[in-house]
């Protein structure tokens, strides 16, 4: 595997890697280096090869680009370095950037398998995060990456079946597409776990994970703050990192009593803290990018029989009904408020709700998912 991520916290490599050595793959990874994180490192039976370099999360464009192109060098030279002597089966290159996968032209041409596992659509998230149309000039030639990125692979993983079809229709793929779907960790979020907070505790509505202006959490604290004299003991329990704007945000509206920041948390600790909550909050600002996006915290949610509330996005209505998640329309506060106060007011909602998105999640479980994912890795192998 390959992938321009760390490893530790890349909910999506780890659990791919780890299924693979759980059905006797050997796996080796080669990932980016953080600060204080040693070359090579075994986690799981897989074997971490660190390269010199560490993920950019600026605004630049260009320099984008240039840390791509030189991820790109790096992985060349040490893919083809570690296949000479490992002779690899299959090589997994997960995205972005979807022409990575260029990188193992000499592993390809001496018989290895490559695959493509597309994390995102690259042209849609340049658009999304840059604010370009469809017409810009950078944007036509992702595109144009994008097609010869999956005809070089022998098969392509996305993360859901609307991409699937979209890429089907813009790439024209002669490539196996497999969807292998980001959803809960079943070791960690187990349904039977659940305990519902009764009225003594008020009622308390979630979000955990990333907290940049993308994902609407300062929606959702704009639609608890219409909220806060109508419930009694209302509490938004917030967690991740860059809190600093939606705390203003929160003292701004009075909210001091009502919005909790917890903070960056291990994941292994998120099911407890979902236990306590009655709801959760997915409140992601639509655009051509997010619609085809698939929340695994919602996932988590659902998989812990806890209603959820979030933007209506096709990708999440190609998997749940309007009755098994509670949906609102993107940035629409008003409208966000009043889908909490309706499961507020009806338990017996909330719990005909939950166990209608649990049961509609089974098909697209992680059972489900691992068992196809290793399938098609069996099948490149014969």
């Known amino acids: 595997m390959l992938a321009y991520t760390d490893y530790l916290h890349d909910v999506r490599v780890r659990r791919e890697a780890e299924s693979l050595v759980k059905n006797g793959f050997e796996v080796d990874c080669l990932c980016l280096r953080g600060k204080k994180q040693c070359r090579f490192e075994r986690v799981n039976r897989v074997n971490l090869y660190r390269l010199p370099l560490s993920k950019y999360r600026g605004s630049s464009k260009m320099m984008y680009l240039l840390v791509y192109l030189w991820f790109f060098v790096l992985s060349f030279l040490a893919v083809s370095k570690c296949h000479l002597k490992r002779r690899y089966h299959v090589i997994q290159y997960h995205t972005l950037p979807d022409f990575i996968i260029f990188s193992g032209i000499i592993p390809k041409l001496f018989g290895a398998k490559l695959v493509l596992d597309m994390h995102e659509i690259m042209p849609e998230f340049y658009m999304s995060k840059f604010g370009l149309e469809m017409s810009n000039l950078s944007v036509k030639v992702l595109k144009l990456l994008e097609k010869i990125s999956v005809s070089f692979a022998h098969a392509v993983i996305v993360i859901n079946d609307p991409i699937k079809r979209l890429l089907l229709e813009r790439c024209k793929s002669k490539s196996d597409i497999t969807v292998v779907m980001n959803t809960a960790d079943e070791s960690l979020f187990i349904s039977d776990r659940r305990e519902r907070s009764d009225k003594s505790n008020g009622f308390i509505a979630m979000y955990h994970g990333t907290l940049t202006e993308l994902y609407g959490v300062d929606i959702a604290i704009r639609a608890i703050a219409k909220l806060k004299d109508k419930i009694p003991g209302l509490q938004f329990r917030i967690f991740g990192s860059e809190t600093e704007r939606l705390k203003e945000l929160a003292d701004e509206l009075g909210l001091s009593k ?31 990018f997010i619609d085809l996006s698939f929340s695994n915290k919602l996932a988590e949610y659902v998989s812990m029989k806890i209603p959820v509330i979030a933007t209506r996005l096709r990708s999440t209505l190609e998997y749940f009904t309007d009755d098994a998640i509670s949906y609102f329309e993107s940035r629409d506060t008003d409208d966000l408020a009043s889908r909490i106060l309706e499961l507020y007011m009806s338990p017996q909602k909330r719990l005909l709700q939950a166990e209608r998105a649990y049961q509609q999640y089974q098909k697209i479980r992680w059972a489900v998912m691992e068992k196809r994912y290793i399938g098609l890795i069996d099948s490149l192998i014969e």
């Open 258 to 288: 009502n919005v909790a920041f917890i903070g960056r948390v291990n994941l292994e600790a998120i099911p407890k803290y979902i236990e306590e909550a009655d709801i959760g909050v997915i409140s992601i600002v639509k655009d051509g």
